[in-house]
T-cell receptor, first 108, second 118 residues
Framework: QKEVEQDPGPLSVPEGAIVSLNCTYSNSAFQYFMWYRQYSRKGPELLMYTYSSGNKEDGRFTAQVDKSSKYISLFIRDSQPSDSATYLCAMSEELLTFGKGITLSVRP | KAGVTQTPRYLIKTRGQQVTLSCSPISGHRSVSWYQQTPGQGLQFLFEYFSETQRNKGNFPGRFSGRQFSNSRSEMNVSTLELGDSALYLC?????????????????FGAGSRLTVL
């Protein structure tokens, strides 16, 4: 079992939809939880960062961490075609461990 | 502020050859990390350098090596290339040692070097 499992894709939604992206993990020592977004032919960029359990909101994006269930989620409200990208969850105690990523396509 | 620059962006090699990839971090960043990204395995950590010293190393064979120079620029080398080494190699820089993140310590990735081994 890999330390970080991410829902496989790809995922295609219509513009305006609410998107839910999820990851589970096995290492209870993880304390820092991140979501990266990677556009085609680009490197990943940090989208959201949370420490420990709870929710964090940034505009249309909400990151949620449930340490008791070892489960993290990223919600995208009112999705836009510009949100089309690969989303990677990542978490760390010291070294970052990434999920494999899910490719999201938002149809106009 | 210039971002992380990786060269070359694309390259094609044959099995048995070696390759050297270069990374120039953001000015002032002293930590450089390297990752391999493939569709099957995702992003996998190769190694991290801070102030010219390798601080952490991932689970890759000895054919993968790296170094960091006094100006924080880094290179990674893969010798005796295998077909399975075909991947996007990403470099990331940060201002602090360690790849954990605080609000002030963010990993900034370059666009990557896409290596194809034939």
């Amino acid at each position: 079992q890999k330390e970080v499992e991410q829902d496989p894709g790809p995922l295609s939604v219509p513009e305006g939809a609410i998107v839910s992206l999820n990851c589970t993990y096995s290492n209870s020592a993880f304390q820092y939880f991140m979501w990266y977004r990677q556009y085609s032919r680009k490197g990943p960029e940090l989208l959201m960062y949370t420490y420990s359990s709870g929710n964090k909101e940034d505009g249309r994006f909400t990151a949620q961490v449930d340490k008791s269930s070892k489960y993290i989620s990223l919600f995208i409200r009112d999705s836009q075609p510009s949100d089309s990208a690969t989303y990677l969850c990542a978490m760390s105690e010291e070294l970052l461990t990434f999920g494999k990523g899910i490719t999201l396509s938002v149809r106009p | 502020k210039a971002g992380v620059t990786q060269t070359p962006r694309y390259l094609i090699k044959t099995r048995g050859q070696q390759v050297t990839l270069s990374c120039s971090p953001i000015s002032g960043h002293r930590s450089v990390s390297w990752y391999q990204q493939t569709p099957g395995q995702g992003l996998q950590f190769l190694f991290e350098y801070f102030s010219e010293t390798q601080r952490n190393k991932g689970n890759f064979p000895g054919r993968f090596s790296g170094r960091q120079f006094s100006n924080s620029r880094s290179e990674m080398n893969v010798s005796t290339l295998e077909l399975g080494d075909s991947a996007l190699y990403l470099c990331a820089s940060s201002s602090l040692y360690g790849t954990y993140h605080s609000g002030a310590n963010v990993l900034t990735f370059g666009a990557g070097s896409r290596l194809t081994v034939l």
